[in-house]
């Protein structure tokens, strides 16, 4: 387990510095989400499915707001 959690961190690091490369901004929430996810609270199919569900969200109020 705590093998894995540091295998989860290291890809987090890699991705928080590939995003700052590219510009990229990350959500608090998907920082949230990633965080639950090193720490093992989340399997990687659950964190997509969250950060998909709050995408859709937020899509649905912007459509919402333009109507």
């Given at each position: 387990?705590?093998?894995d959690?540091?295998?989860?961190?290291?890809?987090?690091?890699?991705?928080d510095?590939i995003?700052?490369?590219?510009?990229?901004?990350?959500?608090?929430?998907a920082?949230?989400?990633?965080?639950?996810?090193?720490?093992?609270?989340l399997?990687?199919?659950?964190?997509?499915?969250e950060l998909?569900?709050?995408?859709?969200?937020i899509?649905?109020?912007?459509?919402?707001?333009?109507?």
């Amino acid at each position: 387990m705590k093998e894995d959690f540091h295998k989860r961190l290291a890809a987090l690091k890699t991705a928080d510095a590939i995003n700052a490369i590219k510009g990229v901004p990350v959500s608090a929430d998907a920082k949230f989400l990633s965080e639950k996810w090193v720490r093992g609270e989340l399997t990687g199919e659950q964190m997509k499915q969250e950060l998909l569900d709050l995408h859709r969200k937020i899509a649905e109020e912007r459509s919402e707001d333009n109507c």
